[in-house]
């Protein structure tokens, strides 16, 4: 699905019901926006793996502009700025109020990114990753833009205790992308967050120890994310 805001065209992709039955009522669940990784990564990476957390969210997966489905602009229009703003414009755009983000670093991929790498896979865990890139969009543009531009100088870190919503921090204690002190950091700054290392992870956490990583945001969303709305339709 796109949505046409800000100027361009955002590709968009919906993963199980907003709303579930429960005996008389119809209940809402929350609306999760998933974010790649990058800059010019794609969405893809994340299928099948999040397809557990659809059971307590309806996931929104997004490509960037630039990136993925989404159109193709300027290169100099692949901003951190802009891609925030995307974001918020699809939120009005789908009429939803307050939703979960979930978010993993910019992208990345194996072996440095990930403990469970293998380096002598069978044909069909070749093929599988083969499947894998073919699936996927990715551009060097927006690429080149990031590491080249914005994300020399980025820091967030004197804006971080405005934050008021519940934030859930993970890091891996083998990341050498995001240092665990690092994640002690944010998570220390963030007035309302709660901060979990996975010990067997490198920065593809979600690969690494996926059955715990999923386990612990469900975990987190059931107790700290309070649905919309709950009433009979």
């Not at 490509?63 to 699809?90: C, F, K, M, Q, T």
């Not at 590491?147 to 859930?168: M, N, Y």
Request: charged share 20%; glycine share 10%.
């Amino acid at each position: 699905m796109y949505a046409r805001i800000n100027g361009t065209r955002i590709f968009f992709d919906v993963e199980g019901m907003g709303w579930v039955p429960d005996g008389p009522i119809l209940r809402k669940k929350p609306t999760c926006f998933v974010l790649h990784g990058g800059p010019g990564g794609d969405h893809t990476g994340y299928k099948p793996a999040l397809s557990p957390l659809s059971e307590i969210m309806q996931l929104v997966y997004i490509d960037n502009r630039g990136s993925g489905r989404s159109a193709v602009g300027p290169s100099e229009s692949y901003s951190l700025e802009n891609n925030v703003e995307d974001i918020e414009a699809l939120r009005e755009y789908l009429g939803l109020e307050k939703i979960v983000l979930h978010g993993h670093s910019y992208g990345g991929m194996a072996p440095l990114y990930s403990t469970t790498h293998n380096p002598t896979p069978t044909d069909a865990e070749r093929q599988s990753v083969q499947d894998a890139r073919a699936r996927a969009n990715r551009s060097y543009q927006a690429l080149n833009e990031g590491f080249g531009g914005f994300l020399r100088t980025f820091d967030l870190r004197e804006q971080l205790p405005a934050i008021q919503a519940p934030a859930l921090v993970m890091g891996a204690r083998h990341d050498w992308i995001t240092p665990v002190e690092d994640s002690v950091e944010i998570a220390g700054l963030i007035p309302q967050s709660e901060l979990v290392i996975f010990e067997q992870s490198s920065h593809s956490v979600v690969k690494d120890e996926h059955a715990y990583y999923i386990s612990t945001v469900k975990d987190f969303v059931l107790r700290r994310i309070h649905e919309t709305a709950e009433h009979p339709v």
